[in-house]
């Protein structure tokens, strides 16, 4: 699964249990958060995409989450914008970051 992973890689795991072990050598980054559930309980379908979005933006610091409820607005209006947004928070949220080594 994780064949030709470079060292210091980063790793967005959508799962509801934390991680137990450094799953593999090369993993320097990992952002954990529970997607699936957040987006049932917002959306009330399984679309984990703005969640991990904002775990993305708390794993990494590469953008912010300002920048990502920006961008959201260009793709979602009225409630399905609300509703995107409160995942992506969430997501950035709930984010539990693990730093392994050097990133």
């Known amino acids: 699964m994780f064949q030709g992973v470079k060292l210091g890689a ?30 049932l309980r917002e959306l009330g379908i399984p679309a984990t995409n703005t969640c991990l979005l904002g775990a993305f933006a708390r794993t990494t610091n590469w953008v912010g989450l300002d920048s990502i409820r920006f961008a959201l607005g260009n793709y979602f209006a009225g409630e399905a914008l609300k509703k995107n947004l409160r995942c992506a928070e969430i997501g950035f949220e709930e984010t539990k970051v693990i730093k392994f080594g050097e990133v």
């Open 10 to 39: 980063l790793l967005i795991l959508n799962s509801p249990r934390p991680l137990a072990e450094k799953s593999h050598e090369g993993l320097g980054l990992v952002g954990i958060v529970d997607a699936t559930t957040v987006s």
